[in-house]
């Protein structure tokens, strides 16, 4: 018997091929560094130079989709450079099953209420269009990076499904706790906003499962965070916007009863293991 080595691809490649929790969070941390130095070093300057009304639309597109759109060019060069845009946005190794479906529908009829209970005159058609098209960035950008990059690579070391889903979803929770720090929120505001992200992180992990791919949690995450700013910040007197206002402690109770029920494991395709072959 003896042992060869496959050599293909280069070693940034086979670095990331291997997987783990620990380059998960490496990858989470250095994408939080990037965001934030690029909006110090591209996106402050920018503002100062145009000084954008608050809340106007040139203002949301300058202090929240452009950084994003930053991002989601790293976030697609390094999957370029590895390899795995194919494989992020292709076809899922591992179905879900039909209760999985919970936890769609629990994000998403709280997102159509709370496009219902939008007052759009007060809010304006342009600062509504440019709210969406924020949202898109965010999903794209947050799913890409969490349940994309993170839930592969632990797949890539083995993990079980269950602890892919809470893994993923506390990084994603984690890359929520600097606001703490790069905000005004206090730390109770951002520990509930942690709270309420690790538990839309699982539900989040539940919809790639049960779609069988990334773009749908992409979706129903570009449409949440939109929706509940613009109900919060131009509400209706209804009471839809009452049962609207609810939805993320619902949230918070799907992802937390449904978790314990993931099964599964993706077995780890390692082409650069060592195998052992006959002489």
Same mark, same amino acid.
């Given at each position: 018997?003896?042992? #060869?080595?496959?050599?293909?691809?280069?070693?940034?490649?086979?670095?990331?091929?291997?997987?783990?929790?620990?380059?998960?969070?490496?990858?989470?941390?250095?994408?939080?560094?990037?965001?934030?130095?690029?909006?110090?070093?591209?996106?402050?300057?920018?503002?100062?130079?145009?000084?954008?009304?608050?809340?106007?639309?040139?203002?949301?597109?300058?202090?929240?989709?452009?950084?994003?759109?930053?991002?989601?060019?790293?976030?697609?060069?390094?999957?370029?450079?590895?390899?795995?845009?194919?494989?992020? +946005?292709?076809?899922?190794?591992?179905?879900?099953?039909?209760?999985?479906?919970?936890?769609?529908?629990?994000?998403?009829?709280?997102?159509?209420?709370?496009?219902? #209970?939008?007052?759009?005159?007060?809010?304006?058609?342009?600062?509504?269009?440019?709210?969406?098209?924020?949202?898109? +960035?965010?999903?794209?950008?947050?799913?890409?990076?969490?349940?994309?990059?993170?839930?592969?690579?632990?797949?890539?070391?083995?993990?079980?499904?269950?602890?892919?889903?809470?893994?993923?979803?506390?990084?994603?929770?984690?890359?929520?706790?600097?606001?703490?720090?790069?905000? $005004?929120?206090?730390?109770?505001?951002?520990?509930?906003?942690?709270?309420?992200? +690790?538990?839309?992180?699982?539900?989040?992990?539940?919809?790639?499962?049960?779609?069988?791919?990334?773009?749908?949690?992409?979706?129903?995450?570009?449409? #949440? $965070?939109?929706?509940?700013?613009?109900?919060?910040?131009?509400?209706?007197?209804? #009471?839809?916007?009452?049962?609207?206002?609810?939805?993320?402690?619902?949230?918070?109770?799907?992802?937390?009863?449904?978790?314990?029920?993931?099964?599964?494991?993706?077995?780890?395709? $390692?082409?650069?293991?060592?195998?052992?072959?006959?002489?």
């Amino acid at each position: 018997m003896t042992e #060869t080595t496959t050599t293909s691809g280069s070693a940034w490649k086979r670095f990331w091929e291997r997987g783990g929790w620990w380059k998960a969070l490496l990858l989470v941390v250095v994408y939080y560094g990037l965001y934030q130095g690029m909006s110090f070093l591209i996106v402050s300057p920018l503002y100062a130079a145009v000084s954008p009304e608050e809340g106007s639309p040139a203002f949301i597109l300058l202090t929240t989709a452009l950084p994003i759109a930053l991002a989601i060019v790293v976030l697609v060069v390094f999957a370029l450079s590895v390899g795995w845009l194919k494989e992020l +946005f292709g076809p899922q190794p591992i179905r879900g099953s039909w209760w999985m479906w919970i936890a769609v529908a629990g994000v998403l009829v709280f997102n159509v209420l709370h496009l219902l #209970t939008i007052d759009y005159g007060k809010a304006g058609f342009e600062v509504v269009a440019t709210w969406l098209l924020t949202g898109l +960035f965010i999903g794209f950008a947050e799913e890409t990076l969490t349940r994309g990059f993170a839930v592969n690579l632990l797949r890539k070391a083995g993990y079980r499904e269950f602890v892919v889903a809470l893994l993923s979803s506390l990084l994603f929770a984690v890359l929520h706790a600097g606001n703490l720090f790069t905000t $005004d929120q206090g730390p109770l505001a951002t520990g509930f906003q942690v709270l309420y992200t +690790f538990f839309f992180g699982i539900c989040m992990y539940l919809t790639l499962r049960v779609t069988g791919n990334l773009i749908w949690p992409i979706l129903l995450h570009a449409s #949440t $965070d939109p929706t509940i700013f613009l109900s919060a910040e131009y509400p209706t007197e209804s #009471t839809l916007a009452t049962i609207g206002a609810q939805g993320n402690v619902v949230v918070i109770l799907v992802g937390l009863i449904l978790v314990w029920f993931v099964r599964g494991r993706v077995k780890p395709k $390692d082409e650069f293991a060592v195998e052992p072959k006959l002489a």
